[in-house]
């Protein structure tokens, strides 16, 4: 016996298991009490199964492919219940989240309510075993179906032949058809029925014959578990189309929806939209994320309108890449954890994500197939800048004043082609994160660019400081060095001033990323006799504040157990030791915790 990845079984425990569930695939296949009991046992066990996150202690401390066995079992067993569920109650006409539908040989649920007794105990008369139904495969959400739906389903129910009548005969379409000519209208079949703790048939009330979409709905909180209902079928599974995702239909004029006989006015199929699923998935996803790292990850605000408006792709893509860019923010060892965490949502609702991507770092977006988020990759470090220089938007190449044949050939050290780099980055990642923030002057608060009247702005501005930066190193302007400084700060300030209001972690994709905008200035600071502060966060506090960087601070996030400094949004200078004595006209900026209040 060998699994799916194609494992030999190393003991005998395999075997049992494979056995097992054998044993377990025919009972839930026969109508009876215990499958009925089986099913349930079942049932607890997959939802015991949903409090083990791979991504949390002490599990991450497993090695990355039983993490993802795990799931695997864990959604295939999801899988496994769902359809059993749906099979069985296929087979007997009704859907499988509930609501009064057409039996399908014609007959209407709960016929017995014709006199006006309403105790519906023909319902479970009606049940008959062997009843079949072409293309009766459906998948269907567990969530969807309330667990006393499944006790209440006469899928699982025994049906018991009368006292002296022998085993019914499996119904087929042609019997259907016979048994509907041979029975009066309004007459049913009795039969005794155990009596069950396990099993109690309520009336359908106009509060149970709700359509699907009002009763069950998408709701996120029933999407929030690993086991998704979104999935590409293996090569050597069924596909199934939409047409046999729908309850059959009944050529009984009486028990056509809208009839006066019928039992209920609402739809006669389960519609449910897969990406939907998948977007509801990935909200959880997000939220859970932002739960457990909200040191460095706020609650978002809440979605404006537009942003819901969209088809379930757009959903899909919008809260993809959200993810992914708040995954930037947090310590690099717990990004990697939580990436590979949506990684694994992804594979297990029919998206993967290749692996190659998952362990590329300059991938900071990972795609998902079918068009729904193409990857964005957007490197901290190049191995040929000036080719990566010559392949931005020509547009940062005329803001430059450079032809882009002229900006791959600039000698080492001149800032040119980092700076072309680096500002189509920070264009991108403005209009990837929608909770960036920058000040376009020094004296101004960083505002959001969530907006993109906003994001307009930065960008013109970004022109303007490009523009100026570039003509500072023109041969033929004659700048100071001191001038093509101030001028290459001042760039530093918008190019590299992208913050989030609540700072980043110090150790994190984004700090890098400022850190490496930072050091474009080295060559210019040292030819003016500057240099350039480089010190970890951690070992900044207020009096560096005040020495090296401008008074108009940033306020950060207020209490006592918060870093000091919590960002560096302007890089800070200072004159070389043994430099000509002078005002230090280059000092940076900083996010600053907020004083305590005095007390009096």
Not at 265 to 271: F, H, I, L, N, S
Not at 323 to 344: I, K, N, Y
Not at 504 to 517: E, G, H, K, L, N
Not at 584 to 590: I, L, P, S, Y
Request: net charge negative.
């Amino acid at each position: 016996m060998t699994d799916a990845h194609g494992h030999r079984p190393r003991h005998a425990h395999a075997v049992r298991l494979g056995a097992f569930a054998q044993a377990a695939t025919d009972l839930l296949d026969s109508p009876s009490q215990c499958g009925e009991a089986l099913f349930e046992a079942l049932h607890e066990c997959w939802l015991a199964l949903q409090n083990v996150p791979g991504h949390l202690p002490p599990y991450r401390d497993d090695p990355r492919e039983v993490v993802e066995r795990f799931e695997e079992a864990r959604t295939q067993l999801g899988w496994a219940l769902r359809e059993a569920s749906a099979l069985t109650a296929a087979a007997h006409g009704e859907r499988p989240a509930g609501g009064g539908t057409s039996e399908p040989d014609g007959g209407e649920s709960g016929e017995g309510d014709r006199d006006g007794d309403g105790d519906g105990d023909e319902r479970v008369g009606r049940t008959d075993p062997g009843a079949s139904v072409e293309g009766g495969e459906a998948e269907v959400r567990l969530d969807s179906v309330p667990k006393d739906r499944v006790t209440d389903s006469p899928s699982h129910a025994s049906a018991v032949p009368e006292e002296g009548e022998g085993p019914k005969p499996p119904r087929t379409p042609e019997t259907s058809q016979t048994s509907q000519t041979s029975e009066p209208p309004g007459t049913s079949v009795p039969s005794e029925t155990p009596e069950t703790p396990e099993i109690s048939v309520t009336p359908e009330t106009p509060e149970s014959a709700e359509t699907p979409d009002e009763q069950d709905g998408l709701d996120p909180a029933n999407l929030a578990k690993p086991s998704v209902s979104v999935r590409q079928p293996r090569p050597t599974e069924p596909t199934f189309a939409a047409s046999e995702l729908t309850t059959p239909q009944s050529t009984d004029p009486q028990s056509a929806p809208g009839s006066p006989h019928s039992s209920s006015p609402g739809p006669t199929a389960v519609r449910t939209d897969p990406l939907a699923d998948f977007a509801a998935v990935l909200e959880q996803l997000e939220s859970e994320l932002r739960s457990e790292q909200v040191r460095y990850l706020p609650q978002p605000a809440s979605p404006r309108r537009e942003d819901r408006d969209g088809d379930a792709a757009e959903l899909v893509g919008r809260v993809w890449r959200r993810v992914h860019m708040a995954l930037l923010r947090l310590p690099g060892d717990v990004a990697a954890e939580w990436r590979t965490t949506a990684a694994a949502r992804a594979a297990l609702a029919g998206l993967p994500v290749p692996d190659e991507e998952v362990a590329d770092p300059d991938v900071i977006v990972l795609g998902l197939p079918d068009g729904l988020c193409p990857a964005e990759r957007l490197p901290l470090d190049f191995a040929d800048l000036p080719a990566a220089a010559r392949d931005a938007d020509p547009k940062f190449h005329r803001y430059l004043g450079l032809p882009a044949a002229e900006i791959g050939d600039l000698p080492p050290g001149d800032p040119r082609p980092a700076w072309a780099v680096r500002a189509a980055q920070a264009e991108r990642l403005a209009t990837l994160d929608p909770e960036l923030h920058v000040a376009l002057l020094h004296d101004h608060q960083p505002g959001s660019l969530a907006e993109q009247e906003h994001r307009d702005k930065y960008e013109r501005r970004l022109a303007s400081l490009l523009r100026t930066a570039g003509q500072g190193l023109d041969e033929g302007m004659a700048w100071t060095r001191e001038n093509r400084l101030g001028a290459a700060h001042h760039l530093d300030m918008v190019l590299g001033g992208l913050v989030h209001k609540r700072p980043a972690a110090p150790d994190s994709w984004w700090y890098q990323w400022r850190t490496r905008v930072s050091q474009i200035l080295v060559p210019l600071a040292e030819d003016a006799n500057y240099e350039v502060i480089f010190r970890p966060l951690e070992d900044l506090h207020r009096d560096f504040a005040a020495e090296y960087t401008i008074a108009e601070t940033v306020k950060g996030i207020a209490g006592s157990s918060e870093p000091e400094v919590q960002w560096v949004v302007w890089t800070a200078l200072r004159r070389k030791k043994g430099a000509n004595y002078g005002p230090n006209k280059h000092k940076g900026r900083v996010v600053v915790r907020p004083a305590e209040p005095t007390r009096r």
